[in-house]
Nanobody, 124 residues
Framework: QVQLVESGGGLVQAGGSLRLSCAAS????????MAWFRQAPGKEREFVTG????????VYADSVKGRFTVSRDSAKNTVYLQMNSLKPEDTAVYYC?????????????????WGQGTQVTVSS
């Protein structure tokens, strides 16, 4: 079992930055592929970025490439999402997710564990 707790959301002006954190419980954290999704009101949950177990490979949605950076610290059992140059369209609830082995980064059903989400609001 893995429990995920996100933090770091908030209100920021367009062009600003935020760093989200996802703290995971469990001794096997480093074995999980981790991802960030987001969901805006009235829209489906969408993939933002992912990072393989042991941090070897990262994947980004086109909409965030060059602006967002995912990283993980296995010693702290934490995954981070650094978000720069934020836009109003980045406004959403951001969720952390974990999977034993991701076959399709973009498919939410691939992930066995989810956090409760943290709200990010970008004002124009």
């Amino acid at each position: 079992q893995v429990q995920l707790v996100e933090s770091g959301g908030g209100l920021v002006q367009a062009g600003g930055s935020l760093r989200l954190s996802c703290a995971a419980s469990g001794r096997t954290f480093s074995r999980y592929d981790m991802a960030w999704f987001r969901q805006a009101p009235g829209k489906e949950r969408e993939f933002v970025t992912g990072i393989r177990n042991f941090g070897g490979v990262t994947v980004y949605a086109d909409s965030v490439k060059g602006r967002f950076t995912v990283s993980r610290d296995s010693a702290k059992n934490t995954v981070y999402l650094q978000m720069n140059s934020l836009k109003p369209e980045d406004t959403a609830v951001y969720y952390c997710a974990a999977s034993w082995s991701v076959s399709n980064w973009y498919e939410p059903s691939t992930y066995q564990y989810w956090g409760q989400g943290t709200q990010v609001t970008v004002s124009s």
